[in-house]
C-alpha cells in the first residue's frame, strides 16, 4: 500500500530556455519533481504542443520520474521562456505568450484524480489565460476538503490581476511570495506597516494558515496564526537560482503534510533551497542527508 501523501502541481509547463541550454521548468512542475524527491507522489496537471518541443519536454520529465499520464496535447506550441542571470545568478524571464499551457481544458479523467490529493500547487502565471485559469480554478473547486491548497504567487511581467489574485487567495490555505512580491501585494490590498504587520494582515484577511516569505540571502518567514520561524540562508556560491523557490515550497508541504514540526520543515525547506542554487537548473537532484 502506497501511503505516500499525493500532491500535484497545476498550471505552466515549458521550456527554460537559459544561456546555458535550455531546462524542463514551470514552477508546478519544479514543485511536483522536489516534492517527489521529499517523498510524496506527485503530478503534474498542464499541456504541450503537438510538436517536437513537446514530445522533448515529455521525454526530459519521464526522466525525472515526473509522472506525464496528466498532461494534455493541443494545437498551440509548447511553453518557453527566455531566461537571462544578472550578476548574482538571479533570472529575469521573458515569457511567450499563447502557448500549450494557456490552454489546459478541464476533462473527467483530470476530475476523477482531482478528489485524491492532499495538496496541490498553483500560481498566477498559469492563470494568465482565460481558458487556463478557469480550468485551474474549476480544479481549486474540487479537491477535498483536507487538501492544502498552495498559492506560490510567482508574479512574471504584467501577467497577473487584482482579480486572478484575489480568488486565487481566496481559494489558498498557503500564501508563498517573495520580497520583490509584497510590495505588489501592498499597493493592491492596502496593506500597511511594517513587513510582519502586512503578512498578518493577508493572514486574517483571506484566513490563510500560513504565509511563506522568501528574501533571498537574507532568509525567510514561516507565519500562522499562532506560529512564527525566521531562518537565516546559508552562504552559499550561487550558481542561479532558477527553481530555488519551488524546492523550498515543495519541501515545506511534504514536512506538513507528514506532520513534521514548523522549525524541522522550514529548516529543510531552506537547506534545500540553498542547495538548489549551487546547481545549474530548476531540478537537481538533492542528497538525502539534506532533507
Not at 500532491?7 to 511536483?32: H, R, S, Y
Not at 516534492?35 to 518541443?53: K, L, P, Y
Not at 486565487?168 to 513587513?195: H, I, Q, W
Not at 545549474?280 to 532533507?291: C, L, Q
Request: proline share 4%; glycine share 8%.
Amino acid at each position: 500500500m502506497n501511503n505516500k501523501p499525493l500532491v500535484a502541481g497545476i498550471g505552466e509547463l515549458l521550456w527554460d530556455v537559459l544561456p546555458t541550454g535550455k531546462q524542463v521548468g514551470g514552477a508546478p512542475c519544479n514543485f511536483a519533481f522536489h516534492a517527489m524527491q521529499a517523498g510524496c507522489e506527485s503530478i503534474v496537471f498542464s499541456a504541450v504542443g503537438n510538436d517536437q518541443t513537446g514530445d522533448e519536454l515529455l521525454s526530459s520529465l519521464a526522466r525525472l520520474n515526473i509522472n506525464c499520464e496528466y498532461i494534455q496535447h493541443n494545437s498551440f506550441p509548447t511553453g518557453t521562456v527566455t531566461v537571462t542571470l544578472n550578476e548574482k545568478g538571479h533570472p529575469q524571464y521573458v515569457i511567450h505568450e499563447n502557448t500549450a499551457w494557456d490552454n489546459i481544458v478541464f476533462n473527467t479523467k483530470t476530475e476523477s484524480k482531482i478528489r485524491e490529493l492532499d495538496a496541490v500547487c498553483f500560481g498566477s502565471l498559469g492563470q494568465r489565460n482565460s481558458v487556463s485559469a478557469r480550468t485551474i480554478q474549476e480544479f481549486l473547486a474540487l479537491v477535498k476538503p483536507a487538501c492544502v491548497k498552495v498559492f506560490d504567487i510567482n508574479l512574471r511581467q504584467h501577467f497577473y490581476s487584482l482579480e486572478i489574485i484575489t480568488k486565487s487567495l481566496n481559494f489558498a490555505d498557503v500564501l508563498k511570495l517573495n520580497d520583490e512580491e509584497l510590495p505588489v501585494l501592498s499597493n493592491l490590498f492596502r496593506l500597511t506597516g511594517e513587513v510582519n504587520n502586512q503578512l498578518e494582515q493577508l493572514l486574517n484577511q483571506f484566513s490563510l494558515k500560513y504565509i511563506v516569505y522568501t528574501m533571498g540571502e537574507k532568509g525567510s518567514i514561516i507565519i500562522s496564526d499562532d506560529d512564527f520561524s525566521f531562518l537565516e540562508s546559508p552562504k552559499v556560491v550561487v550558481a542561479d537560482t532558477v527553481g530555488a523557490g519551488d524546492s523550498f515550497t515543495a519541501v515545506l508541504v511534504s514536512g506538513l503534510l507528514n506532520g513534521l514540526p514548523l522549525d524541522k520543515v522550514h529548516g529543510a525547506a531552506t537547506r534545500t533551497a540553498a542547495y538548489v542554487c549551487t546547481q545549474k537548473g530548476a531540478t537537481p537532484v538533492i542528497p538525502f542527508e539534506i532533507f
